[in-house]
């Protein structure tokens, strides 16, 4: 008795220190705990608990033509957990946690199907998918000459970050996940936990992203040296065009693309808080999945709509190419590379036989812009979750292969 007594107190004084604790905290602090608390863990409704900024369309609209024959791509064998499945497309999608799955071909929709409760008006948060949009803004504002080059350092834009040992950090390290920058995940019995002092939950939760990104210190790892996924690097990002354009993402990517590529649906963008209004770079674009296709036509088509430049034809080249000359280490995502995955000014990739190469933007939960350039495909799959499917662009790949 007298055991569970101690035991009882001791916990007591614990609860007592940790209230005493977050009671000091900064407001932002408090904000972003509470938040990591009770929305955690993160899933595709999160674009109701952010505020975010409108993304408006404009007239005309973009309609791709439908097929009138039911796509017929029978069985696609695919893996869950290494274990072989099989099924059909609809089965396939039903069975693992899919809200969208459209498949488009010469810009005919050859198959378009709605999963648990979602429609073509249904609005999908994109996670890390938001990251090659930020990426085609990038390309703009290089064009425009808004940014000067991809060698320029990152403190020419953010002083706040002069001798802080990343004076030699530049605009490509951002984009190609070279950055240097300490992006510690937390441990907890050796596996890898997102506890409340990783950097990753703080990124995505933190009420004040401009504060805590400019604020940014070195790790372990020298500028250049590693590829290390880091959410830092298109919040930086934001901070630096922001600042360059004149606007934020947001405002931006409604001129130049939203508005010039023919949008079915407005969208919008999560900001970090009201009183900040800070763009998540990293994750915040929240749209229809049809119009996410529409953003994969516009990069199979060179960046091209209907005759109009909008991205670059030399941005969209460079950013979804492989480059023979990276030989960095992956320490992270290190299972994408296992698969042929390779990564480029925040787009995926995937190498194929011959050379050729099929390009993504993925996001967390299972998000994926797939563009197969060869033959002209563009495959857009949203998720609840992956639904346990190792790799989903083992599926895209066998349906666009069979078309």
Do not use: C
Not at 186 to 210: A, T
Not at 270 to 297: L, P, Q
Not at 371 to 393: C, Q, T, Y
């Amino acid at each position: 008795m007298k055991l569970r007594k101690i035991f009882l107190y001791v916990i007591l004084v614990m609860a007592l220190l940790s209230a005493i604790r977050v009671l000091t905290l900064s407001s932002d602090e408090r904000i972003y705990l509470k938040r990591f608390f009770l929305w955690n863990v993160s899933d595709i409704d999160d674009h109701k608990k952010f505020p975010s900024i409108e993304i408006k369309n404009e007239p005309p609209v973009f309609h791709f033509k439908k097929s009138g024959v039911p796509m017929d791509v029978g069985a696609i064998e695919y893996t869950v957990k290494g274990e072989k499945k099989s099924a059909d497309i609809a089965e396939l999608n039903r069975r693992h946690n899919s809200t969208a799955f459209i498949v488009i071909k010469d810009d005919v929709i050859l198959y378009e199907e709605y999963f648990n409760g979602y429609s073509r008006d249904s609005i999908n948060t994109s996670f890390s998918t938001a990251k090659s949009f930020s990426s085609a803004l990038v390309g703009i504002a290089l064009a425009e000459g808004k940014l000067g080059n991809l060698a320029d350092p990152v403190v020419k834009y953010l002083p706040e970050l002069k001798e802080r040992g990343l004076d030699g950090l530049t605009l490509r390290h951002l984009l190609v996940m070279g950055s240097g920058i300490r992006y510690e995940a937390g441990r907890l019995l050796g596996m890898q936990v997102d506890l409340p002092g990783s950097d990753m939950p703080r990124v995505y939760y933190h009420p004040d992203l401009r504060s805590l990104a400019l604020a940014v210190s070195p790790g372990d790892q020298a500028v250049g040296e590693h590829f290390y996924y880091n959410d830092y690097h298109p919040v930086l990002m934001g901070i630096i065009l922001e600042r360059t354009v004149g606007s934020n993402a947001a405002r931006y990517l409604e001129e130049k693309i939203w508005k010039k590529i023919g949008m079915e649906y407005p969208a919008s963008w999560s900001v970090d808080s009201e009183r900040n209004g800070t763009v998540k770079m990293e994750s915040g674009i929240n749209a229809r999945a049809i119009d996410f296709a529409r953003f994969g036509r516009l990069y199979l088509n060179g960046g091209k709509w209907n005759g109009r430049q909008v991205v670059p034809k030399k941005w969209v080249i460079e950013s979804t190419a492989p480059d023979p000359s990276d030989r960095r280490e992956w320490l992270n995502h290190q299972k994408y590379r296992e698969y042929g995955a390779f990564y480029k000014y925040w787009w995926w990739g995937v190498h194929r036989a011959h050379g050729r190469y099929d390009s993504m933007a993925i996001g967390h939960l299972g998000q994926y812009i797939f563009i197969r350039p060869d033959k002209k495909i563009i495959i857009v799959r949203n998720g609840i979750d992956r639904g346990g499917v190792d790799w989903w662009p083992e599926i895209f790949q066998r349906v666009a292969d069979r078309l």
